[in-house]
């Protein structure tokens, strides 16, 4: 495996009144690997831990518990300063271009920075590599001194995916890297990282909530809710017949265009729990519709493989427990 996190934690301290101060779960016990060249994708709601578990892999954050291997180090307890190393060998591709790039630096100076810095490259052979990432990333040479404001969303996120990769990292992170994007543009840049993906030989750790784009890209999925992955397997698998109740509500209620929501569309009923007061037992239950008994609301299930390999963590497939 490339990375393997085991029984990850981030917990964050946060007040709740002038003298109470909650515990916030962000990222409450993941369980993830990924081979190398895999794409990997990381779906749910909004707040349950995606890009936190995005900022422990890349160590932008100290895990509170847990472990994270990478690449055949164990990277969570690692100190600022040995950190340095890891940057080469990991990159994050962020949701918004727009923001990740600095104004007042030219495309060129933006790519060559980190080549500069780690590589301490220069003169003649810095400019070919500049020129062999613009290449990369279908961007031609006359792009090579204008500045951000002169370039679309859609090249933007070019050039910080040529940053990305230009000390040629064994794992990106991307984090809702077409979000931001015009929907016009967002289908060339996945097709765009796909093949990326081949031509470079890279890993991606891919982070939507957009479950169209995720089945493009990922030969894997799994899926977080409060914190915890509760469904995790081959992406078609998981979307063509999903197990777990809550993966089950979450593509049932995609628009789909051109048709109308089917009959038995599932409609989760109340909001996400908080993550200051995630549920006892099974963290869903207080919205499954297909909750089984007691066992739901005092046991959390563990994420157990199924006969085909395919993970899930609910008691209606929990060895021990009955089936509905
Ligand atoms: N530094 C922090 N301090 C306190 N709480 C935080 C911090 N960072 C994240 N959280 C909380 O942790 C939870 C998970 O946040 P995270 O950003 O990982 O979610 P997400 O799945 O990426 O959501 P989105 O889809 O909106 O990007 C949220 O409840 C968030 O408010
Ligand atoms: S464990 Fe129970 S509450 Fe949780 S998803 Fe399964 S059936 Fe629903
Ligand atoms: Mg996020």
Same mark, same amino acid.
């Given at each position: 495996m490339l990375l393997e996190v085991q029984d990850l934690k981030k917990h964050f301290t946060v007040k709740r009144g002038l003298f109470d101060r909650g515990h916030l779960r962000a990222v409450d016990g993941v369980d993830l690997a990924l081979a190398p060249g895999e794409a990997c994708g990381l779906v749910g709601e909004s707040g349950s831990g995606k890009s936190t578990v995005a900022r422990l892999v890349l160590r932008l954050l100290t895990p509170t518990a847990g472990r994270i291997l990478f690449d055949g180090d164990d990277?969570?307890?690692?100190e600022e300063r040995d950190l340095a190393g890891l940057r080469e060998r990991m990159q994050m591709v962020f949701q918004d271009p727009h923001s990740a *790039?600095?104004?007042?630096?030219?495309v060129f100076r933006s790519i060559a920075e980190p080549l500069v810095i780690h590589r301490r490259l220069g003169g003649l052979e810095l400019r070919r590599q500049v020129e062999e990432l613009l290449e990369i990333v279908g961007? @031609?040479?006359?792009?090579?001194?204008?500045?951000?404001?002169? *370039? @679309?969303g859609g090249q933007k996120q070019r050039v910080c995916i040529a940053r990305a990769v230009a000390l040629r990292p064994k794992l990106l992170v991307l984090d809702?890297?077409? @979000?931001?994007?015009?929907v016009s543009v967002q289908a060339q840049i996945l097709e765009f990282l796909t093949d990326l993906r081949e031509r470079l030989g890279l890993t991606y750790l891919f982070i939507s909530h957009n479950l169209a784009v995720i089945r493009y890209v990922c030969d894997r999925v799994a899926v977080m809710y409060l914190g915890r992955i509760v469904e995790e397997g081959d992406t078609a698998t998981v979307f063509e017949q999903p197990k777990h109740p809550y993966t089950q509500a979450l593509l049932s209620s995609v628009p789909l265009p051109q048709a109308e929501?089917?009959?038995d569309a599932i409609i989760l009923e109340?909001?996400?729990?908080s993550p200051i007061d995630v549920p006892p037992g099974c963290p869903f239950h207080t919205r499954c519709p297909q909750k089984i008994g007691p066992i739901c609301e005092t046991a959390r299930p563990t994420l157990a493989p199924d006969a085909t390999g395919r993970k899930i963590a609910c008691h209606l497939y929990q060895e021990g427990t009955r089936p509905r």
């Open positions: 990277i969570g307890g690692l *790039l600095n104004p007042r630096m030219t961007l @031609s040479r006359q792009f090579m001194y204008r500045f951000p404001h002169e *370039l @679309s809702e890297p077409t @979000s931001a994007l015009d929501q089917p009959d109340g909001d996400i729990p």
